[in-house]
């Protein structure tokens, strides 16, 4: 039996691979099949589930274990195989509180998916990238028609079963300059959480081993070429900038307190000097690890590539893996490969240059390792430093953040934005 790890840690699981009904332009997953071609079926056995279970809720250190569902498409394995999920939690919590999170693109959802994950309380995430002409850009099934219908549908179940949801929106270059429309739209579904993901994705050298179209995430190593070309679908820099200065704009207005997005939450507790909440806005990452179908884990589900493979819970103790050394190091990597513009930089509290797989530019002196994405995050924090200023100092009187929607703009806090440890 595995013995619990230092701290607690999140895994994202990938029950069926990167298998999937839909093929969307932009998923980055889909082509990890090319890692598993010669490994049969995409499913996750019984005793691999067994032992993911058990061994997940031996090592979590505390008393509340998340168990989050991705994929590829898991509904793909069919209510069954969720209701072996639950039973084996059941055989194995010794008094543990579960929870369950499933993301799904909600295709084939219909009303005995929905009664089951209201009975047992899953959170399920439904991915939609707006109003239908900005979801059918990409978000296309395997022969090439649009979805958007289809998630419409999906929603309604969840809805009629009264099952608690929450939406996740991939930014790209499509949808980018249309920030309130697609917010608008994601309020107008019902969803009281909000998630925006970046599209960032580079193309990779025809010598890419293993058959990956998609570049691996940079090395720290500082003799590496440094690749910058992006997919036509990947978002530009000051698009996602704005795209969350004009979501913020509408927000601020009327739905603080009630509608929540995650960039808002994350750069709230930042600038009260709390943690940030998000692993992206974390000054070290290593916490949140990916484990695939056969039980293969790796450092991070962003960085599913064979040298960051730990191992397999099969094979090796699973907190021994999300203890290693390796992974220890790769953790620490995120904080130690900043630049020195980005450690002098003014947001640097809020963002610590976001997720290392978009650290592939140089910066103006030609130091290697700056983000992408720089240019929108700046504007970005930069741009609500005064609201959030204003909401941390009601947070710290004991009042709501929420009745900044009640301040005129000229009492808003304002001050020089300068560096912060």
């Known amino acids: 039996m595995t013995a619990p790890a230092q701290a607690p840690f999140h895994l994202m699981t990938k029950p069926v691979g990167s298998a999937c ?13 090319a890692l598993y071609r010669d490994a049969g079926s995409l499913r996750m056995t019984p005793q691999v589930l067994e032992a993911y279970i058990r061994d997940t809720l031996a090592a ?14 898991p509904t793909l394995l069919g209510l069954e195989f969720f209701e072996s999920v639950v039973a084996l939690q059941a055989i194995y919590a010794k008094g543990k509180r579960i929870t369950n999170a499933l993301q799904t693109n909600g295709v084939l959802l219909d009303d005995r998916w929905g009664e089951f994950l209201r009975r047992h309380h899953f959170l399920v995430g ?39 949801f929450n939406t996740l929106t991939t930014v790209h270059r499509r949808n980018s300059r249309q920030a309130r429309e697609v917010y608008r739209f994601l309020r107008g579904l019902g969803s009281g959480f909000i998630q925006f993901i970046p599209i960032v994705e580079r193309l990779a050298a025809p010598d890419q081993p293993g058959g990956l179209r998609l570049a691996s995430p940079p090395s720290t190593d500082p003799a590496d070429p440094l690749d910058s070309e992006v997919t036509p679908w990947s978002v530009r820099p000051v698009d996602y900038g704005n795209f969350l200065i004009e979501v913020f704009e509408e927000w601020i207005k009327t739905d603080v307190g009630r509608v929540f997005v995650q960039h808002f939450d994350s750069a709230l507790a930042s600038w009260v000097g709390a943690p940030a909440g998000v ?40 907190a021994t893996m999300v203890d290693s050394p390796e992974q220890a190091a790769f953790g620490r990597a995120k904080s130690a490969s900043l630049p020195r513009a980005c450690l002098e930089c003014p947001v640097r509290f809020a963002c610590h240059g976001e997720c290392p797989k978009h650290r592939f530019l140089r910066t ?29 100092a009601l947070l710290q009187s004991g009042r709501a953040p929420a009745e900044i929607m009640s301040l005129p703009r000229q009492h808003w806090i304002r001050s020089p934005l300068r560096f912060r440890s």
Request: proline share 7%.
């Open 279 to 318: 692993c992206v806005f974390s000054p070290e990452c290593g916490r949140a690890l990916a484990v695939e179908h056969n039980g293969d884990v790796y450092s991070c589900d962003h960085y599913v590539y064979p040298r960051y493979k730990l191992g397999n819970l099969m094979q090796q103790d699973l």
């Open 21 to 33: 009904n839909l093929d969307c332009t932009y998923c980055f997953y889909l082509e990890k099949e």
């Open 60 to 73: 979590q250190p505390g008393d509340e274990v998340p168990f989050a569902w991705q994929g590829g498409e």
């Open 126 to 164: 439904i991915s939609i990238d707006g109003p239908r002409p900005l979801h059918d850009a990409y978000r296309v099934d395997k022969g090439q028609r649009p979805t958007f219908d289809r998630v419409i549908q999906g929603i309604e179940v969840l809805k009629r079963h009264h099952v608690e």
């Open 364 to 392: 103006p002196d030609g130091e290697p390792g700056l983000n992408y994405l720089c240019a929108g995050y700046k504007r970005f924090f930069s741009h609500i430093d005064s609201p959030l200023r204003t909401m941390a």
